[in-house]
T-cell receptor, first 112, second 110 residues
Framework: EAQVTQNPRYLITVTGKKLTVTCSQN?????MSWYRQDPGLGLRQIYY???????DKGDVPEGYKVSRKEKRNFPLILESPSPNQTSLYFCASSPDRYYEQYFGPGTRLTVT | QKEVEQNSGPLSVPEGAIASLNCTYSDRGSQSFFWYRQYSGKSPELIMF????GDKEDGRFTAQLNKASQYVSLLIRDSQPSDSATYLCAVMLGNEKLTFGTGTRLTIIP
């Protein structure tokens, strides 16, 4: 089944404790992206990747890191999480930035 | 001015009626336009995409694009309770950045 998977689905952590949210797709897509979704603010892009080893900042990259060492994986790293990073996070992939994006199931992160 | 704007709603429509959702965008160089549906607690899924001026129909859904007026709309005919969701408009701006609106919450009243 073609899909985007994210892990974990739910995470509660404390300020400053490094964490990684994994994202994997099995559709051989070139383009992958991370979004956060907050009430009243909609979906905002954090980082995106056009291909392996090619990543770039989106609208809200502060406090986040990404890497794309393999085509299928695009982990999101929070080196020192803070409460303002409490949000719902979505990973998405697409054959190309101009096409439909396929979203993962989401990761609900709470930072206390 | 926001790059992509939607009325947040909620928009309430009787079952069987036509639901009309609107989205305006600021960049005249915008190229591609998408409508996603998002059920509460779920991830967005594509409903329609449109690139050219005019209408595009797919089943009960019609997307309408007017580049001169910089708006794109989504019509849902014969609305069903299962259409109750938040609808997200996404626009590929002229700088090749995909930007989402904040979404319109639609409720279909049985």
């Amino acid at each position: 089944e073609a899909q985007v998977t994210q892990n974990p689905r739910y995470l509660i952590t404390v300020t400053g404790k490094k964490l990684t949210v994994t994202c994997s797709q099995n559709m051989n897509h070139e383009y992958m992206s991370w979004y956060r979704q907050d009430p009243g603010l909609g979906l905002r892009q954090i980082y995106y990747s056009m291909n392996v080893e090619v990543t770039d900042k989106g609208d809200v990259p502060e406090g986040y890191k990404v890497s794309r060492k393999e085509k299928r994986n695009f982990p999101l790293i929070l080196e020192s999480p803070s409460p303002n990073q409490t949000s719902l996070y979505f990973c998405a992939s697409s054959p190309d930035r101009y096409y439909e994006q396929y979203f993962g199931p989401g990761t609900r992160l709470t930072v206390t | 001015q926001k790059e992509v704007e939607q009325n947040s709603g909620p928009l309430s429509v009787p079952e069987g009626a036509i639901a009309s959702l609107n989205c305006t965008y600021s960049d005249r160089g915008s190229q591609s336009f998408f409508w996603y549906r998002q059920y509460s607690g779920k991830s967005p899924e594509l409903i329609m995409f449109i690139y050219s001026n005019g209408d595009k129909e797919d089943g009960r859904f019609t997307a309408q694009l007017n580049k001169a007026s910089q708006y794109v709309s989504l019509l849902i005919r014969d609305s069903q309770p299962s259409d109750s969701a938040t609808y997200l408009c996404a626009v590929m701006l002229g700088n090749e950045k995909l930007t989402f609106g904040t979404g319109t919450r639609l409720t279909i009243i049985p």
